[in-house]
Nanobody
């Protein structure tokens, strides 16, 4: 069964870091496009980062703070998030091959 499962969300203080994971089953992540989105309460879902495997683009709001990486053996895509801000608080989703995960909650608060 093809699916994506996110994990790694947590409550973190401003300035902290988190690494989100998106584990794929039923397909490889080595050569497919993968994107991370987020949705805060009352707001539209927004694209955070998009990776083709050859290039990656980030939203201006997370540029130089968030980074996508892949472990092709484990079939996991990571989103490393540094210098987190309260405005990064949202449910984070990964998507690839027409699939969406269930999301993982990130809360940035002191």
């Amino acid at each position: 069964q093809r699916q994506l499962v996110e994990s790694g969300g947590d409550l973190v203080q401003p300035g902290g870091s988190l690494r989100l994971s998106c584990a794929a089953s039923g397909f490889t992540v080595s050569s497919v496009a993968v994107a991370w989105y987020r949705q805060a309460p009352g707001k539209n879902r927004e694209l955070v980062a998009f990776s083709t495997g050859f290039s990656t683009n980030y939203a201006d709001s997370v540029q130089d703070r968030f980074f996508i990486s892949r472990d092709n053996v484990k079939k996991v895509v990571y989103l490393q998030m540094n210098d987190l801000k309260p405005e990064d608080t949202a449910m984070y989703y990964c998507t690839s091959e027409g699939l969406w995960g269930q999301g993982t909650q990130v809360t940035v608060s002191s």
